[in-house]
Structures are given as C-alpha cells and as structure tokens.
C-alpha cells in the first residue's frame, strides 16, 4: 500500500497491514531536519576557504555531513592533506553560522511546530539525537523554543561512536524507555540512515542537501518534509484505530 503524497510507498519494517506496528517514539536529527542550518553550513565552509586561501569541495562538505566532529577531521584530512587543518577552518565556519543565527534567529524547517504538536497530542515520546554539540543543540531548541517537546536530548559529544554507528540511536531509544523497533527515526543523511537501521530503529528520510545513495535511500521511507511525515504518521493512526477494540487511545491504553 502506498500513502499519497508526500510520502512514498511503504517499505521496510514500516508497513500497513497485518503487521503494522504502532510508532512510539520520534527521534529527530537536528541540523537539515528541524533546522535549515546545513545551507549555513555550506556558507561557512566557503568562507573558511576563502580566509585560509584553499577550496573546500562540496563532495567533502557532503561527506562531512551527519557525523562527528572525530570523522570530520579524518575525512577533511583525507580530502586535503594535514597541511590545511580542520580546527582551523572548522572555527571559521562556526563564526559564521553563529553569528548568522544570533542575527536572524535559528532558521526553523517547514512543519516542524506543527509535526511536534501533532506528536504531543498522540502522546507519543520525543528524542533529538545530533552529531552537533551538547551547547549547540541546546541553545538552537531554546532559540527556537521548542525544547519542551522533548524527552531525550543526545548530543554527539556524549556518544563514543558517531553515526553510521547505531551508538546515538540505540542510546535515544533507552532515553525514551522504548524499544528500538518501535521507534522512528528522522534523518536527511546516509550517515543518519544507515545509523538508524543498524540501531534496528526504523528509518524516515526526508531530504534536504546530502547526497543518499540509492542503496542507503531504500532502507527508509521517504517523506518531502516534516508534514509527510505527519501524514505518515496520522495513516498509521488511521490504521491502527480501526484495528483496536472500542474504547483504547493511540497507544493502546484503556481510557
């Protein structure tokens, strides 16, 4: 069965059917999902390159997106030989991208208040697990004011293995007192992706500027931005209900 748009058809372990399984738990990436900050980003980069006197290539930023500061450094090294240190440009672009948000304010996704109330109202358990830091992420769900939607806040300084690692997710899971399978997880990134699936979370790919492959884009469901994935959800719903006796709320509980 497939949902109408914005949402493609269902694949994976997140069917309708007889084996439909009641979505518990959201776990959001940050940056490129709830924040449009990855085009900031991509700006920040640039200017770094331009100060220091050599060109970061967007196959790297690209490369560089979803994962820890640790492998940030490795593949920037790889890219552009130790001569040209990552610290360095990596504090150019974090300027920049400070001072941009202090200027405007965070720039928020399309859907996301909306996507938030919507998980409030059906009572399920909210998580943010970033690579970004624990002050980053912080201040970015206070600016935005919205840190009071959630129940679990991961940071990747707090995780040993960053993404593709499962490390973050399974840690958001336990956070949330859920299973991992019976939660989804909200990326834009192969790396968030394929964390998501090895963590045994089920995965939801709603693009923004990285590069998925094919490969890594077919273990999740595809949604065009946060209201697909609210749709995505008020099908499950829909589904579900119709299968609980009389008298049960959306988890299942008796009222």
């Known amino acids: 069965m497939s949902f109408a748009q914005p949402c493609d058809t269902i694949k994976g372990n997140h069917r309708i059917g007889r084996d439909a399984k009641m979505t518990r738990g ?24 331009q100060a220091l006197g050599y060109s970061i290539p967007p196959a790297l930023m690209d490369r560089m997106r979803g994962r820890s500061v640790e492998d940030c450094r490795t593949l920037f090294e790889e890219f552009l030989g130790k001569e040209h240190p990552y610290a360095e440009a990596r504090a150019i672009r974090q300027s920049y991208v400070r001072g941009w948000i202090a200027e405007h304010g965070v720039p928020l996704k399309p859907g996301v208040r909306e996507l938030l109330g919507y998980l409030k109202q059906t009572q399920r358990k909210v998580a943010l697990a970033t690579s970004s830091g624990h002050e980053v992420a912080q201040r970015y769900l206070q600016s935005a004011e919205i840190k009071e939607f959630f129940d679990c806040i991961l940071s990747g300084d707090l995780i040993e293995r960053g993404k593709p690692e499962p490390d973050i997710f399974l840690a958001a899971a336990q956070g949330l007192g859920l299973p991992p399978g019976d939660c989804i997880v909200v990326e834009d990134s192969s790396a968030g992706l394929l964390a998501a699936h090895r963590a045994g979370c089920r995965p ?29 959800l008020e099908q499950e719903d829909q589904y579900l209900d119709r299968r609980e006796p009389h008298g049960k709320n959306q988890l299942g509980q008796q009222e």
């Open 26 to 49: 959201v776990i959001f990436d940050m940056d490129g999902v709830l924040f449009d900050t990855e085009r900031l980003a991509v700006e920040g980069w640039k200017r770094a390159g």
């Open 204 to 232: 939801v790919f709603v693009p923004d500027l990285c590069c998925v492959d094919a490969q890594t884009a077919s273990l999740a469901v595809r949604c065009e931005g946060l209201f697909g994935v609210q749709l995505l």
